[in-house]
């Protein structure tokens, strides 16, 4: 896989003019000189300059992209935009050991060949016609991301999709039926599927993503007298404009993708021989498949689960903190108190069933007689560094836009243009603005700053809160150009099978289609099912 990335690297490198790298610094360094606008901070205005360098080297990749992911390290405190130690934890967020994490074991997943065998049954259930393939990927994943992380549905996906391209690759050409023509037509569209599904499957519940219970988070300590808005309201008002969305995309990604071919009974019956010819399930599979099940359940069931007033379940951690109060109680401890919800993440249920993989027994021997374990640091220290750095610089970026106030400040600018425009185009502007900023911003930071500005917003306009809060919630979450818009677009980018030109101009499309889904929607479902008049 770095391999091919290597290749497809350097081979575009080629292709790109000299005067790229050059233009991109002239611009930045104009956008340095221009006078800051009213109420910026200069090192608000500095840091738009670099972020504007940053989106066109990750855009157009006229320098490697760890490379321009590093340059906070180096421009952040050069132009005193923030100290160098501060930016450097920036780079160490927690949902980047999320990915680290779901990467070793999408490795294990790998090691021992489950990830074929996953893939080969879905594609027996789904059918054998790219448009198909993709379609089927695309349900799985946006109904799983409904109730964990996107990027933990993405890395629980990946193994499985780069499996079912990877048999393609391997197919028979003398027999015409499978080849790497068919797998490279299909890459970009299944990978991308699976980054935008599992974004917009956090879109449809409360619990889908970080950024929708920040949001709601904030609307309730902001506006304490304001009508609530409940699992249930959620689901029913935006899960059918997150799945009418994930039809579009659908249609926009398999665009030029034939549907069934004559061929499709031959490859229907090579892939059936190809899952045939793996036999039974071995010891290390059946254990790296436990591994991988439990991972998936103690992610799904971390938080409890309530939809209105029904609790469909309450969650391990409640137990756990029970438990651990109980022991502390038993040694003498005084503190009964034991915040796991605070303490305890997605990333730690990832490092903990990585780190187990290196002790858990494979049930295979070496040659030396020695148990083999299910992963090794040999299989491990193939995890995509330079896609962690990728993560670190979208983090440091981020963490850039909060220390300036930046973000705050272009919340703060959209009250004076917005006072004049009706209520439609209010909500299309804001989604609008805040699907352009999370490009470059973390969804959550995204919120957190301008929310509190909407809200404010509201009353003057004469508008619901709510009419703001839920479009812009779901707009911050609608990144799909850079690959470090969302994490799901950094994780699957980091397989080296998407120029990042092919995933700017669809994600363009996706975003500028966005616009009219959610103002649409907001009147046709959200403003009905919560009861906005």
């Known amino acids: 896989m770095s391999g091919d990335a290597a290749d497809d690297e350097s081979s575009s490198d080629s292709l790109r003019p000299w005067w790229l790298l050059p233009a991109l610094l002239g611009f930045s360094v104009l956008v340095l000189m221009l006078p800051s606008p009213a109420g910026m901070t ?4 500095r840091l738009v300059a670099v972020a504007a360098l940053m989106a066109g080297l990750w855009m157009t990749q006229a320098i490697p992209l760890a490379a321009t992911s590093l340059l906070p390290l180096a421009l952040f405190p050069l132009l005193g935009i923030q100290s160098g130690k501060e930016t450097s934890k920036a780079f160490v ?8 994490g779901g990467m070793i074991i999408a490795l294990g997943i790998e090691r021992w060949q489950l990830h074929r065998r996953i893939s080969l049954r879905i594609v027996s259930l789904v059918g054998v016609s790219p448009k198909r393939m993709v379609l089927g990927f695309a349900i799985a994943t946006f109904g799983l991301s409904m109730w964990i992380s996107n990027t933990a549905c993405t890395m629980l ?10 048999i393609l690759d391997e197919g028979d050409e003398a027999e015409n039926v499978i080849g790497p023509r068919r797998s490279s037509a299909l890459a970009v569209p299944l990978l991308l599927m699976l980054a935008y599904a599992s974004t917009l499957g956090g879109m449809a519940t409360l619990v889908g993503s970080p950024t929708n219970s920040q949001a709601l988070g904030i609307y309730r300590r902001q506006l304490p007298d304001a009508p609530d808005v409940y699992f249930s309201e959620w689901l029913l008002a ?3 404009i997150a799945l009418f969305y994930l039809a579009v995309v659908w249609l926009v990604l398999t665009h030029g993708l034939p549907g069934k071919s004559a061929r499709d009974t031959q490859l229907e019956t090579a892939l059936r021989g190809r899952l045939n010819s793996l036999g039974p399930m071995s010891p290390a599979e059946w254990r790296m498949l436990i591994v991988f099940g ?13 939809i209105g007033e029904l609790t469909i379940f309450h969650g391990w951690l409640g137990y756990y903190e029970m438990i651990a109060v109980g022991i502390g109680q038993l040694f003498g401890h005084d503190d009964p108190k034991f915040p796991a919800e605070d303490l305890i993440t997605d990333s730690t249920v990832a490092m903990a069933m990585a780190v187990l993989l290196f002790v858990l027994p494979s049930g295979e021997r070496d040659a030396r007689d020695r148990r083999v374990p299910l992963m090794d640091w040999k299989t491990a220290n193939r995890l995509p560094w330079d896609m962690i750095l990728l993560f670190g610089g979208g983090f440091a970026l981020a963490s850039g836009f909060e220390a300036t106030g930046l973000a705050a400040w272009l919340g703060a600018t959209l009250e004076g243009p917005l006072q004049s425009m009706p209520g439609w185009l209010v909500v299309a502007t804001v989604c609008l603005i805040l699907i ?14 301008v929310l509190p500005t909407l809200l404010a917003m509201a009353e003057p306009l004469h508008l619901d809160p709510r009419m703001l809060f839920v479009p812009a919630t779901l707009a911050a979450s609608a990144g799909f150009m850079l690959p470090v818009g969302t994490p799901p677009n950094a994780i699957v980018f980091s397989t080296g099978r998407i120029p990042s030109g092919e995933m700017a101009r669809r994600g363009l499309i996706l975003n500028l289609i966005a616009v009219p889904i959610l103002t649409i929607g907001t009147y046709l479902l959200i403003r009905p099912v919560m009861g906005i008049r």
């Open 42 to 45: 200069p090192e608000a205005h």
């Open 93 to 100: 967020e927690d949902s980047l050991f999320l990915y680290i």
């Open 157 to 166: 996906m990946l193994p499985i999709a780069l499996a079912m391209l990877k």
């Open 238 to 240: 935006c899960g059918p």
């Open 294 to 306: 439990t991972t998936a359940i103690l992610w799904v069931t971390r938080q409890p689960l309530v």
């Open 436 to 449: 352009m900023m999370t490009e470059l911003t973390s969804n959550v930071a995204t919120v957190s700053a």
